[in-house]
């Protein structure tokens, strides 16, 4: 759990080269208290937003995906959360490594992994914090690896 307390501390999360790119919707109310994550599209559905945690620690961090148009009729996996959907629910979002380069997974176009995976816990009677944890987890290891 963490709380983002207003929208400059949400921008905050964000890299300088992503920050101007971020837009905020208007009907969130401050203070966020955020269990797990936070993610949300923009209006325009082209840019996907994501807000995680380190675990123990206050430091968020934020990712500004963009969609990218990928066609095709070939069922989309998603890297997070292991779902299967069309190429309207999973497709490629890439973030900005540098100015130069992208970086990209396979995701569910808008990040209710989480969402799915508590879903599927429930039937399997998996603990659903163990899952979310390591969800988040995959968020870190991507956001160490290429991007922060
Ligand atoms: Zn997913």
Same mark, same amino acid.
């Given at each position: 759990?963490?709380?983002?307390?207003?929208?400059?501390?949400?921008?905050?999360?964000?890299?300088?080269?992503?920050?101007?790119?971020?837009?905020?919707?208007?009907?969130?109310?401050?203070?966020?208290?955020?269990?797990?994550?936070?993610? #949300?599209?923009?209006?325009?559905?082209?840019?996907?937003?994501?807000?995680?945690?380190?675990?123990?620690?206050?430091?968020?961090?934020?990712?500004?995906?963009?969609?990218?148009?990928?066609?095709? @009729?070939?069922?989309?996996?998603?890297? #997070?959360?292991?779902?299967?959907?069309?190429?309207?629910?999973?497709?490629?979002? $890439?973030?900005?490594?540098?100015?130069?380069?992208?970086?990209?997974?396979?995701?569910?176009?808008?990040? $209710?992994?989480?969402?799915?995976?508590?879903?599927?816990?429930?039937?399997?009677?998996?603990?659903?914090? @163990?899952?979310?944890?390591?969800?988040?987890?995959?968020?870190?290891?991507?956001?160490?690896?290429?991007?922060?």
């Amino acid at each position: 759990m963490f709380r983002i307390e207003n929208e400059n501390d949400l921008r905050d999360a964000f890299r300088n080269l992503d920050r101007d790119a971020v837009e905020i919707p208007a009907d969130f109310r401050f203070p966020i208290y955020v269990r797990d994550y936070l993610a #949300w599209r923009e209006s325009s559905g082209a840019r996907v937003f994501l807000v995680f945690a380190e675990p123990e620690q206050r430091k968020t961090f934020g990712i500004a995906f963009r969609a990218d148009q990928s066609r095709g @009729v070939a069922p989309h996996h998603c890297e #997070w959360c292991h779902s299967t959907g069309g190429s309207s629910e999973i497709g490629l979002l $890439t973030a900005n490594a540098s100015d130069r380069k992208r970086v990209g997974l396979h995701l569910c176009l808008d990040l $209710t992994c989480l969402g799915k995976l508590e879903s599927r816990a429930n039937l399997s009677g998996e603990n659903s914090r @163990v899952i979310a944890r390591r969800l988040t987890a995959n968020m870190m290891d991507f956001a160490r690896r290429t991007l922060f």
